[in-house]
């Protein structure tokens, strides 16, 4: 959502390559203002063969997308990998802030990249420009772009959203969103204030993801957040250490799609532990990370900040950064009573090679440095006051 591709657009064709676009809905077709634009009307079912058809009709050679997971994305791969033509993949950035990550193949559980292919390399030394990201330029695209798609939704009598929530819901789940921020506040920066009073660490902390994140659905075997968060009190309640406590960290763009405080509290009551597990959204997560014992994740890329802070890390899902050296292999059972350290040496060349093969200084909803550093200077004036759109 926004104008990210619009910008990539615009960049390619500086560099002499040509671009066609692929419209699913209006909201697609808003964003976009550049010739070679073809919009999809079928249904799923016929999506490959038309691409297929497509592809050869065009002579492309490269197919670029946001998101590996949705369905037609998914079927874009397979028609790619058949055709023995690219297929790239922008993503939220695996290290934040300032960075968005372009993969070909796929992102995380569908990632070709070899750790074995970690070489010597010094110390990461990176120095990423700012990128003035922002939330509300997000929040401004996403209202845009749904109340555009459900205007025109006629024109796309096929198409369905991933997520597979109507425009309605969606502005629903926000308006409810900035309540429950008001709502939980100050007692999420109370909570905040008293776990990380303490001398000594003795917290877990759970970094949860949106509920219908990809990582989640298509690079793990949840169905669902809800199962992950009962699985994991459950392992806590049997096998912690009583001194210890267990933190949920909500995920801030999920707040008013889903609120699992009742069902913490239900399940902390169950497994007789509601004195040792807590719940909130606003807090700060580096400072809880800082002064936690270590970090439990599905496969959220906060994983890599634990790991960035030397805390024990264990990934239940599947991740690019799943790897012995740097997340703990042993079971979560374990893992509460003799939670195992990163090698920080190893975990500072795996950040060097990930920058130089998955990562671009860069933002959706701010500016990509990297988009001006081959432009003519009439060049970037377009991209960038395309940015300010």
Known sequence: MGGFFNRFSTFLQTQNIQVSKINFNAGDAFFYSHPNTHEYTGTLAQFS??????????????????????PHHTQASCISEKLGISFFVFEEGYLRPD???????????????????IKALNKANDKPLYTHNRFYRLSIAA??????????????PHYSHYRGMTAWQEAIAWLKAPWRKLRGYVPDKQLQKRLTKQESDNYFLISLQVHNDSQITHHSDYRDV????????????????E??????KHHPLDRGHRDYRELVCSLAARYQVSHRVFYGCDMHLPTLMKHSIGMV?????????????????????????DTPKLTDPKPLDDFWRHPKSPDNEFYLRFREY?????????????KSPWMYKYLKPTDATSISSDTAK
């Open 49 to 70: 063969s038309w691409l297929q058809a497509f592809i050869s009709e065009h002579n492309i050679d490269a197919i670029v997308c946001f998101g590996d997971c949705r």
């Open 243 to 248: 001194a210890h406590l267990l933190v949920f």
């Open 99 to 117: 960075y968005i990550t372009l993969q070909e193949y796929g992102i995380n559980g569908n990632s070709r990249l070899k750790i074995a292919d």
């Open 226 to 241: 809800v199962q992950f968060i009962d699985e994991a009190i459950a392992s806590f309640a049997g096998h912690a250490h």
């Open 143 to 156: 209202i845009v772009y749904y109340i555009i798609a459900w205007l025109y939704k006629s024109r796309y």
């Open 297 to 321: 994740t599905i496969n959220s890329t906060t994983g890599l900040q634990s790991v960035y802070h030397k805390k024990p890390t264990k990934v239940i899902g599947r991740a690019i950064y």
């Open 354 to 366: 990930l920058i130089e093969q998955t990562q671009i200084n860069g933002a959706f909803y701010g």
